[in-house]
């Protein structure tokens, strides 16, 4: 059986005596409608203030994108420089080993471009196109690649060098992917187009070996080790 209860009787109230008993005996209701309200208001400060917050982060990621992307062309300039550079120290160290038979030759490297290293890297920070990202690591993969790989040949060796030419061909292959990467991404920095492709292609490797001045009439063994790379469906980009 049910407890009866009692009914409230609503009434108005017509004198400050009466408002005052009536704020008094729903004190509790009324404070919490109170910090019901307060705490409604504190969240929607709160939740402007994020909005703000994402607002001036995302305007900051943009300015941060678009000043990175507009020296981009620079930075480029800087590493296909670089790999040309580089292409040429070994190109010479090459025909120096071979026809003059300078065995005992310690090749001097060509240092990449500190500032060019730390501009792409605020370009991979800045920018959220998957396929920059991606050609801009596989860049700053190949360069220290190569350096590792050519600092062996300033290193003095008192045994024999075995092999010493195949391995300058591969190093002047990297040299060519990095200047066929830099070429790559051009037209993105340049704002003209924001599409670029994952990889370079051998055309883009041939077009390098021929700006760098490497032909294959001089370089045959490098040409033929690019085109058995190639027969065996892999691209000019180290794996």
């Known amino acids: 059986m049910s407890r009866p209860t009692t009914p409230i009787i609503w ?9 005052i008993t009536a704020l008094y005996d729903w004190q509790t209701l009324v404070g919490s409608l109170i910090a019901l309200g307060a705490a ?18 995302t ?4 300015q941060r994108f678009i ?13 296909a420089n ?18 003059e038979h300078l065995q005992g030759l310690l090749l001097e490297p060509v240092p990449p471009p500190s500032d060019a290293i730390t501009a792409l890297e605020r370009m991979i920070e800045a920018t959220d196109n ?24 300033g ?17 002047i292959l990297q040299c060519a992917t990095i200047y066929a990467q830099a070429s790559a ?8 187009n924001d599409d670029v492709g994952e990889t370079v292609t051998w055309a883009g490797a041939y077009n390098a070996l021929n700006v760098m001045g490497i032909r294959d009439l001089e370089f045959p063994a490098l040409y033929e080790l690019c085109r058995n790379v190639q027969a065996n469906g892999n691209g000019p980009e180290s794996p």
């Open 155 to 171: 290193r003095v060796n008192f045994g024999e060098r075995v092999g010493i030419s195949h391995n300058v061909d591969v190093y």
């Open 82 to 99: 670089y790999a040309a550079d580089m292409a040429h120290r070994l190109k010479t160290f090459k025909l120096a080993v071979e026809r």
């Open 40 to 57: 409604i208001w504190a969240g929607r400060l709160v939740l402007k203030q994020i909005r703000q917050s994402e607002v001036q982060e």
């Open 130 to 153: 998957p396929n920059v990202t991606k050609m801009l690591r596989k860049m700053l993969s190949e360069v220290q690649l190569l350096q590792s790989r050519s600092a062996e040949l």
């Open 11 to 19: 009434h108005l109230c017509r004198n400050v005596d009466c408002a």
């Open 67 to 79: 000043a990175a992307r507009s020296t981009l062309p620079l930075t480029l300039s800087a590493m």
């Open 59 to 62: 305007t900051r990621r943009q």
């Open 185 to 192: 991404l051009f037209d993105f920095a340049r704002f003209a």
